[in-house]
């Protein structure tokens, strides 16, 4: 069946640094690949998203490629803030399924220091 | 951007009691779903509907049932509360027209003691 692979639990960076969240997927269909971010005591919230393989989609800084050669869609930032301090999720939907069925990772926390 | 509003923001619930935790949002969203988050388990899918008066069942549906008497409102009921579905629980909706975006609730937290 279909899933989605986050290998970190947690990471910890000090603000100023490159990171890059881990994201593996399998499914037999179409991927649709998302990352959505959830802040302390919020509701996740959706970062970007795509289902164009090798093409770089970017939203608030953050960037990722969806490569299906390799079943990947990480997610990178060149500088990390401290209000990037979230736990994040890397999503993946059967595009063909008109349901909207996600299937979530489970997640790594990202904490930034000063 | 899409408004879910979840009551309550979270319940103390004895083993055995009956538990509903509603969901309403006013975009006129199609779908709407129930998730229960885990800490290493990231979120999974309980229940969801796409019309009124329809619910299906997700990935984890044992010990809980699910109502959506109109477009607007979703809830989540729990017959027995056990100890094993303390969790946060969101509620999430979405449009037909959205690509699978899902706005979700603030989320219920819930404790079984």
Redo the contacts between chains.
């Keep these: 069946g279909d899933s ?1 692979t ?1 290998t970190e ?1 947690l990471v910890t960076l000090t603000k100023g640094l490159p990171v890059m969240l881990n994201c593996t997927y399998q499914t037999t269909y179409s991927p ?1 690949l ?1 990352w ?1 971010v959830q802040h302390l005591n ?5 970062l970007l ?1 795509s289902s164009t393989d090798n093409k770089r989609t970017e939203h608030q800084g953050f960037y990722a490629t969806l490569h299906k050669s390799s079943s990947s869609f990480h997610l990178q930032k060149s500088s990390v803030q401290l209000s990037d301090s979230a736990l994040y ?1 890397c ?1 993946l ?1 059967d ?1 063909g399924s008109a ?4 299937h ?4 790594t926390q990202l904490i930034v220091i000063p | 951007e899409a408004a879910v509003t979840q009551s309550p923001r979270s319940k103390v619930a004895v083993t055995g009691g009956k538990v509903t935790l509603s969901c309403h949002q006013t975009n006129n969203h199609d779908y709407m779903y129930w998730y229960r988050q885990d800490t290493g388990h990231g979120l999974r899918l309980i229940h969801y509907s796409y019309v009124a008066d329809s619910t299906e069942k997700g990935d984890i549906p044992d010990g809980y049932k699910a109502s959506r008497p109109s477009q607007e409102n979703f809830s989540l009921i729990l017959e027995l509360a056990s100890l094993s579905q303390t969790a946060v629980y969101f509620c999430a909706s979405r449009d037909w027209g959205s690509q699978n975006t899902l706005y979700f609730g603030a989320g219920t937290r819930l404790s079984v003691l």
Excluded: D, H, I
Excluded at chain 1, 99 to 102: P, S, T, V
């Design positions: 989605v986050q639990g649709f998302f959505y919020e509701a996740p919230k959706l998203k999720f999503a939907s595009r349901l909207g069925r996600l979530f990772g489970a997640g």
